[in-house]
């Protein structure tokens, strides 16, 4: 009887791991993908996120005259950065 109590307590952990997992891959798939600053706030880090989502909001419409290029570059790769961080403390 034991073992089967240590096979499902395993198997739960297992799952729960691949839980802890999948919201920050989903995460820094969202802010890649579609908008800096959505899977940060997904991911549990509102504050950056909702800076991130506006910066990249100005830097698209300052594209227009070149100079928010730059910044939805940086925007980009800080929301890379942070995606990364979060699979990093999930692990």
Known sequence: MPKK????????KAVQKNKDIAI?????ILNI??????GS????K???GIWQITLAV???ILSFVLIGIP??????IWGLVTGIKLIKEAQ
């Open 5 to 12: 109590r240590v096979k499902k307590s395993i198997r739960k």
């Open 33 to 38: 993908l579609i908008l800096p600053g959505l």
């Open 58 to 60: 100005i830097g698209f």
């Open 46 to 48: 509102t504050h950056e």
């Open 41 to 44: 706030i997904i991911g549990g």
């Open 24 to 28: 920050p891959i989903i995460a820094l």
């Open 71 to 76: 910044l939805l570059i940086a925007v980009w």
